[in-house]
């Protein structure tokens, strides 16, 4: 499966950015999906994971309330909306697959990745 990101950007602490994640190549219901992000000097760190069926929902404790994880299976594509935005969640925000029926939040969970966009939040 192929994904790619969008909807990162430049936003003011306490706004809002919705990123999206289209899959392609594979029947995106077979994944499981995840967002990832890495700030710079730091490790990738789990964001937020979604089931196939998008029942089963897990957040970072860092994220849990201000962020929303969401899949549409019928366009093949994976949202994250973000909230009250501050200028700690600054970081390349990944999308990520993972073939399985459980869901998982370390990255070494996930086999395909998609290139990553940017979001900066000032203060």
């Known amino acids: 499966v192929q994904l790619q990101a969008s909807g990162g950007g430049l936003v003011q602490a306490g706004g809002s950015l919705r990123l999206s994640c289209a899959a392609s190549?594979?029947?995106?219901?077979?994944?499981?999906m995840g967002w990832f992000r890495q700030a710079p000097g730091k490790e990738r760190e789990f964001v937020a994971v979604?089931?196939?069926?998008?029942?089963?929902?897990r957040y970072a404790d860092s994220v849990e309330g201000r962020f929303t994880i969401s899949r549409d299976n019928a366009k093949d594509t994976m949202y994250l909306q973000m909230d009250s935005l501050k200028p700690d969640d600054t970081a390349v925000y990944f999308c990520?697959?993972?073939?399985?029926?459980?869901?998982?939040?370390?990255?070494?969970?996930?086999?395909?990745w998609g290139q990553g966009t940017q979001v900066t939040v000032s203060s």
């Open positions: 979604v089931s196939r069926n998008g029942v089963v929902i």
């Open positions: 190549g594979r029947t995106f219901s077979g994944y499981a």
């Open positions: 990520a697959a993972r073939a399985f029926p459980t869901i998982a939040t370390s990255s070494a969970g996930f086999a395909y």
